[in-house]
């Protein structure tokens, strides 16, 4: 794995429903990611945090809330990581809400022909403005990435489709709307619930997804929603869903990644700190990295 990383804090909340997950980056550098990942021989630039634009009052256009400051935040990133990727450096972004991955796809996808997306989340972020029951983007981003959306969003970078969608992997899924659950079933994307997760094992799911994302493909994204784990594990996020992955399933999983040695860049989203206890969610994201990362115990 490459092992010059380059750190982006993006504080963003208005993408989410509950505010306080703009604070996730400095709770997960607090539970000290950097130290971390230099102690495992990699050089950490720390490039700090975007400046997020800060609404006066709520705003919604078309079902779709607070869109010119999410627009403005995704493409401000989408060139950050962008940046990143052209120096030769692994981007590790820090979330904010799960919004953020539309900017960092698209940053991403610019340097490669061909994007894999590994997906760990409860939910699969696959609504558009037409099926979302809130109108909140954090559960947008998958969709934008594969094109559909709000053109805006869809946009960001100026291209689309920033990734294709058999090149995607959903693991973790026990929340879908019926909008996303179509959308599923059109493009074909394939989705390890936590029913085949139970029923396969994570190490059989993980050895699929691997082989599946890495067919045809030059490089693979991981977006890492912490609501993927149980709330058991990672109780600060906005939006948990029980029965979820545990932390070992999350370490075993991170653990093969890193063995396949496939991933170009990732990201840890959904930390909320005031939802948390004693930052145990920030501490989980970093251990979780720390796997990712190749980290073992011999």
């Known amino acids: 794995m490459n092992k010059q990383i380059s750190m982006i ?36 630039k720390d490039l700090g945090d975007l400046s997020v634009p800060r609404p006066v009052g709520f705003s919604e256009t078309e079902n779709h809330k607070y869109l010119d400051e999410v627009v403005e935040t995704n493409t401000q990133l989408a ?37 894999g997306v590994i997906w760990f989340d409860a939910h699969g972020d696959l609504n558009t403005g037409e099926t979302s029951p809130s109108g909140n983007i954090h559960g947008m981003p998958l969709a934008a990435s594969l094109g559909f959306g709000h053109e805006r969003l869809v946009q960001i970078a100026g291209y689309a489709p920033k990734v294709k969608p058999e090149n995607v992997v959903i693991i973790g899924a ?14 074909g994307i394939k989705v390890y619930t936590m029913h ?17 994302v890495s067919r045809g493909t030059d490089g693979v994204h991981l977006s890492l929603d912490l609501d993927g784990l149980d709330p058991h594990d ?33 990201e840890f989203v959904e930390v909320n700190p005031i939802l948390d206890r004693q930052n145990m969610t920030a501490r989980v994201a970093v251990a979780l990295m720390s796997s990712a990362f190749g980290d073992k115990l011999l």
Do not use: C, W
């Not at 052209?86 to 940053?107: K, N, Q």
């Not at 906005?238 to 063995?259: D, K, W």
């Open 9 to 44: 804090g993006v504080p963003l909340d208005l993408g989410a429903d509950r505010r306080g997950v703009d604070m996730g980056p400095s709770a997960i550098r607090y539970a000290g990611v950097v130290e971390r990942l230099e102690r495992m021989g990699y050089s950490v």
């Open 79 to 115: 060139d950050t990581v962008a940046r990143v990727m052209e120096g030769g450096r692994f981007p590790l972004v820090l979330g904010g809400d799960h919004s953020i991955a539309i900017g960092t796809i698209a940053g991403v996808a610019k340097s490669v022909q061909n994007l």
């Open 174 to 187: 026990r929340d879908l709307d019926s909008g996303e659950r179509a959308l599923i079933k059109k493009l």
């Open 196 to 212: 085949e997760i139970d029923r396969l094992g994570m190490t059989r799911v993980m050895e699929e997804a691997i082989d599946h």
């Open 234 to 266: 990672a109780p600060g996020v906005g939006t948990p869903v029980i029965g979820g992955i545990s932390y070992r399933e999350g370490h075993l999983a991170m653990e093969m990644l890193a063995e396949a040695d496939i991933l170009i860049s990732a």
